[in-house]
C-alpha cells in the first residue's frame, strides 16, 4: 500500500491540478485507506462549498470606514532632540579634553581623524561592495541548484514510482558496499607489500 497523501496533493486532486498517474496513484490508495477516503470527502464538501458561493463585493467606503475606526496614533514628541544634543556635548567635550592634555589644536585633531577615517572607508568600502555581490551571487547560484536538484528529484521519482524508488535504493546500497570492500581490499593489499 502506498503511503497516505499530502493534503495539498488531495486539493490538487479535487481541482483537476493532477497528471493522470498521480491522480491514478491517489485513486488506487482512497480505495484501500478509508482514513483518505473520509479526508478525500471532507474536502470535496468543502471545496464545493467554495465554489458554490456567490462572488463577494465590498461595499462602497469600507475602507474610509474601517481607518476612521482605528484610534489615532499618539503624536511623538521631540525624542530625537535630546540624544542629538548630548551626542554634540559629548564631542565637545571629548575635543576640548583632547585638545587640553595634549595641547594640539582642535582643527589638527579634525584633520587627522577625517584622514584616518577617509582611508578605512576608502580601503573597507569596495572590499564590503565585493564581498556583498559574491555572497548575493553565491546564495542565487545556491538556491537555484537546490530548487533544481528538488525539482529534478522529484520529476525522477514521479517517472520511477514506488517500486523504481526502492530499486534504486537497493542498488546504490549495494554499490555502497561494494565501494567500501573494494576500498578495504585495497589498503590491505597496500599493507602486504
Keep these: 500500500m502506498t503511503p497516505c497523501p499530502r493534503a495539498d496533493s488531495l486539493y490538487l486532486y479535487l481541482e483537476g491540478e493532477l497528471g493522470p498517474y498521480d491522480a491514478r496513484k491517489i485513486e488506487e490508495h482512497v480505495e484501500c485507506c478509508a482514513a483518505c477516503r473520509e479526508a478525500l470527502e471532507e ?8 465554489t458554490s458561493l456567490p ?6 467606503g ?7 475606526s482605528l484610534p489615532e496614533p499618539e503624536a511623538r514628541g521631540r ?12 564631542l565637545a567635550a ?13 582643527s589638527e585633531v579634525l584633520v587627522a581623524l577625517n ?3 577617509g582611508q578605512a ?11 556583498f555581490k559574491l555572497g548575493g551571487v553565491l546564495l542565487k547560484i545556491s538556491r537555484d541548484l537546490l530548487t533544481l536538484g528538488l525539482e ?6 514521479r517517472v520511477l514510482g514506488p517500486q523504481g524508488i526502492a530499486l534504486v535504493a537497493g542498488l546504490t546500497a549495494l554499490l555502497a558496499v561494494l565501494a567500501f570492500f573494494g576500498a578495504r581490499r585495497f589498503l590491505h593489499q597496500g599493507e602486504g607489500s
Design 43 to 50: 474536502r470535496r464538501l468543502l471545496h464545493q462549498a467554495f
Design 55 to 60: 462572488p463577494f463585493e465590498v461595499p462602497k
Design 152 to 157: 529534478g528529484l522529484e520529476a525522477f521519482s
Design 121 to 131: 572607508v576608502a580601503q573597507a568600502a569596495p572590499l564590503a561592495v565585493k564581498t
Design 94 to 106: 571629548g575635543l576640548a579634553g583632547f585638545h587640553l592634555f595634549t595641547g594640539t589644536g582642535i
Design 62 to 68: 469600507f475602507a474610509r470606514s474601517v481607518m476612521d
Design 79 to 90: 525624542g530625537w532632540l535630546a540624544p542629538l544634543v548630548a551626542a554634540a556635548a559629548g
Design 115 to 117: 584622514g584616518f577615517f
